[in-house]
């Protein structure tokens, strides 16, 4: 089987946080899994429905060239969304957004 996606995904764990679903304020907390310049895939401890708008903030740690730390706010919608697996730690959902529009955010140390 092939993969059909149309764009490339990288496996990264960085920490994420769900600020809004839909116009409701929304504070989950979790890990991102992989990053697409599309979408991502993250396991968070709120659930989000499939369809919601959401807004989330992945953060990126500082790094040789960073000043400091810096987020990257997003918009997207919930494309899928289960309880974490048994097997996995059963802790959570696992959602798969989009990534639709997006801001980065540095903050200086």
Sequence with gaps: MTDQR???RFQIRLPIRLV???????????????????????VVN???????RIEYVISFPAGARAEGPVDL???GK????APV?????????TVA?????????????
């Design 20 to 42: 809004r679903r839909g116009t409701a304020p929304c504070l989950g907390q979790g890990e991102t899994r992989n990053l697409s310049s599309r979408g991502v895939l993250f």
């Design 85 to 93: 697996a048994e097997s996995e730690g059963g802790w959570g959902y």
């Design 97 to 109: 957004a989009t990534l639709e529009r997006y801001e980065f955010v540095r903050w200086k140390s």
């Design 6 to 8: 149309k764009a490339r």
């Design 78 to 81: 919930v494309l899928r969304a």
């Design 73 to 75: 706010y997003c918009l």
């Design 46 to 52: 709120s659930l989000a429905e499939v369809g919601d």
